[in-house]
């Protein structure tokens, strides 16, 4: 079942955009990055299989987005507005926070304050392009939860392999910051995303339900 509302945030309206599973054994909210929508691949993939497999999925587009606007706003008011809409759920399960890029990074900063059982982080961005001097290794450890990275292989913000140890990650072959892959690819794109939703699913009913 899907139902979606608006909310107020002290920065605009958001929208809610709700996949509910029948028997609910966790729920997964999340958010989207600075560059696009709820729309993206990754975060489709998620809402329209996990509810099948008992997780509720809440898609949260920011009141930037809603409003139309091409720039996402500082760090903070998106943190602002994602918390005053995440007060808004109603759940009675296990909370995990996450979302893709900039919206994985505002659910790392917000999880533990929000009382979340964990976080998804879907290509976090670890540091800027080029740039691995600029790490963001603090804000991914912030929320002090238990945490699953999953990351493109060739994400330019950061590939596997250039996250602490003793990170729990899963890896998309070939992929790229948008979980895109190339047609010479290991996987095609649609084995891409169910290898990501297969991944977050196997974690949440391990570590979260």
């Not at 002290?10 to 609910?24: F, L, S």
């Not at 996402?72 to 109603?90: M, S």
């Not at 003793?166 to 649609?190: G, I, Y």
């Amino acid at each position: 079942m899907t139902d979606e509302r608006i909310v107020a945030t002290p920065q605009g309206e958001a929208r809610i955009v709700a996949h509910r599973a029948r028997r609910p054994i966790a729920t997964l909210a999340l958010g989207h990055g600075a560059g696009g929508g709820i729309e993206a691949g990754d975060l489709a993939a998620l809402a329209a299989r996990l509810p099948r497999q008992d997780i509720n999925v809440f898609l949260i587009e920011q009141p930037w987005r809603r409003a139309g606007k091409k720039l996402a706003p500082a760090p903070k008011l998106l943190d602002e507005a994602w918390i005053a809409t995440i007060g808004q759920l109603r759940i009675r399960t296990p909370l995990v926070l996450g979302g893709r890029s900039a919206g994985a990074r505002v659910a790392c900063r917000t999880a533990t304050s929000l009382g979340g059982s964990g976080v998804l982080a879907l290509s976090f961005p670890l540091h800027p392009p080029g740039k691995p001097d600029k790490t963001r290794v603090d804000e991914l450890r912030g929320a002090r939860l238990p945490t699953l990275v999953i990351q493109g292989e060739r994400d330019p913000f950061g590939a596997p392999d250039e996250f602490p140890p003793l990170t729990e990650m899963a890896v998309v072959p070939d992929a790229d910051h948008s979980f895109k892959v190339p047609k010479r690819a290991e996987l095609t794109q649609q084995e891409s995303y169910d290898l990501l939703v297969e991944a977050t699913l196997e974690w949440i009913t391990r570590t979260i339900a």
